[in-house]
């Protein structure tokens, strides 16, 4: 059983920065893509970024591109989220998830086999 533990959220001003975690269990965390979503109160959850297994591919959603970082150290078993330039639309719960395979392609198409609890993050104007 794989667990994923998102860490980070908070309370920022717009224009701010916050960096989120997610943690996973199991032996099998390398091999597999990784993939950031959120949820805003009212909305429903959309793909935020992806990494693959190596860490060598990425990719963004438009409304995060050239704000947002994704990363990963396969070594600790943990993906990152780094959030700059924040803007009040970015307030939501943030979760981690991990793919069914390696590529952040199936990620994006959805293909996704576990998921953490969440993580608030609320962006003040």
């Known amino acids: 059983q794989v667990q994923l533990v998102e860490s980070g959220g908070g309370l920022v001003q717009a224009g701010g920065s916050l960096r989120l975690s997610c943690a996973a269990s199991?032996?099998?965390?390398?091999?597999?893509?990784m993939g950031w979503f959120r949820q805003a109160p009212g909305k429903e959850r959309e793909f935020v970024a992806a990494?693959?297994?190596?860490?060598?591919?990425?990719v963004y959603a438009d409304s995060v591109k050239g704000r947002f970082t994704i990363s990963r150290d396969n070594a600790k078993n943990t993906v990152y989220l780094q959030m700059n330039s924040l803007k009040f639309e970015d307030t939501a719960v943030y979760y981690c998830?991990?793919?069914?395979?390696?590529?952040?392609?199936?990620?994006?198409?959805?293909?996704?086999?576990?998921w953490g609890q969440g993580t608030q993050v609320t962006v003040s104007s």
């Open positions: 990494i693959s297994w190596s860490g060598g591919r990425t």
């Open positions: 199991g032996r099998t965390f390398s091999s597999y893509a």
């Open positions: 998830a991990r793919s069914a395979g390696s590529d952040p392609v199936t990620v994006v198409a959805g293909r996704l086999t576990y």
